[in-house]
């Protein structure tokens, strides 16, 4: 199965770990994060993005799910993009998530490196990060509207944000 | 590193099921006797997941849940993570603390207390019959009390799983209070090591 699907207008879809997935306006792209990085790509002229639910910094010749790690969702995402018709120029970048769960004690804190590996093929790229909500230590329910692309963020406890 | 993980046959999930029916079986008792015969707990599930479909197939959506987290450390290791929604969070520390529910929105130290340690008793319950099994201690860590989006939560707790494999193991178990389900879990997540581990003991048995 593809881990990149295309939303019909006006659907809402979950992203799941290690899924990417892309819609037109007016699709709305969500995922629920913890120290997975949700890495939003949108075109503001065309009004179409993407969104992957990243797990882990590097792949290393592992797995089969791209939109897993951060060195293959990326590179994924731009060939789907082009291949719906998206150019590369014009993109910008929205990331959020990367949280420490449970404290610094807490299992396999990998919030931090997704953060970072992000934020570096991003630049590599040449990719602007044009907003980001990230690390603390709270998951984040993230949402992509591909009408505007804005990217909604709540957190429990605390007032939603609009990157 | 990662290694291709030959998946797990129906018989190994079935073994599986097996030995983790007995530990809750354990839990279960443990549980009567902390809730003063009030509840009970079943093996609902053992079940080997796609890592992108876990959420969607155990219902765990971006509902706010009450958790209670323990960690196994080491290669041997894993996760449980007792899951609540508030109703049945709050109603379980009251039952414990003999207290009417507590309207208050922010949880009191006493009600997290009465929580913890419900984890506390499952996790040892739980890691006490896996012990046996596989004759090497598990000790789990302090019990973390959390109040979050359910997926963000499991999603932290299938890190070290989703490090090695594109799939993971999940056990799922349910709870009754006099005979009626009820919404509360425990899930546990055992690392591949262990999971390994426990299959190979489970063989040499049968």
């Not at chain 1, 002229?45 to 010749?61: D, E, K, M, N, Q």
Request: hydrophobic residues 45%.
């Amino acid at each position: 199965m593809s881990s990149c699907t295309i939303t019909q207008p006006a659907q809402k879809q979950n992203v799941g770990m290690g899924q990417t997935a892309l819609a037109k306006a007016p699709g709305l792209l969500c995922s629920v994060l913890g120290s997975c990085v949700g890495l939003a790509l949108y075109h503001p002229r065309l009004r179409t993005g993407a969104l992957a639910h990243i797990v882990l910094p590097t792949a290393s010749g592992r797995g089969a799910l791209p939109g897993k790690f951060a060195d293959t969702a990326l590179p994924h995402m731009l060939t789907e993009l082009l291949k719906a018709g998206i150019p590369r120029e014009g993109l910008v970048a929205k990331i959020a998530g990367g949280a420490c769960m449970f404290g610094v004690s807490g299992p396999l804190q990998i919030g931090d490196s997704n953060i970072e590996a992000v934020q570096t093929l991003l630049a590599k790229e040449n990719i602007r990060i044009i907003a980001k909500d990230v690390g603390g230590q709270k998951g984040r329910r993230v949402t992509l509207d591909c009408s505007t692309g804005e990217l909604l963020v709540e957190i429990a406890g605390h007032p939603k944000k609009v990157l | 590193m990662m290694r291709n993980r030959t998946r797990p046959c129906r018989t190994d999930l079935e073994i599986l099921r097996q030995l983790l029916a007995s530990a809750t079986h354990d839990a279960s008792a443990a549980m009567s006797r902390w809730t003063d015969g009030l509840i009970t707990l079943t093996l609902d599930e053992v079940r080997e997941l796609p890592l992108d479909r876990v959420c969607s197939e155990l219902n765990i959506d971006d509902s706010l849940l009450t958790m209670v987290v323990l960690s196994l450390e080491g290669e041997l290791g894993g996760e449980m993570i007792l899951t609540f929604d508030e109703e049945n969070g709050r109603q379980l520390a009251a039952s414990l603390l003999g207290r009417e529910v507590n309207a208050d929105p922010e949880w009191s130290e006493l009600e997290k207390s009465a929580l913890t340690e419900t984890g506390n008793i499952l996790a040892c319950a739980y890691m006490n019959a896996v012990t046996r099994l596989i004759d090497h201690e598990l000790v789990p860590s302090a019990p973390y009390f959390v109040r979050d989006f359910g997926a963000s939560v499991l999603e932290q707790a299938l890190m070290v799983q989703a490090m090695t494999s594109d799939a993971v193991l999940i056990c799922r178990t349910g709870f009754h209070r006099e005979g009626e389900q009820l919404n509360w879990h425990v899930l546990f997540v055992p690392t591949e090591a262990l999971r390994d581990r426990m299959g190979d003991a489970l063989h040499a048995r049968v």
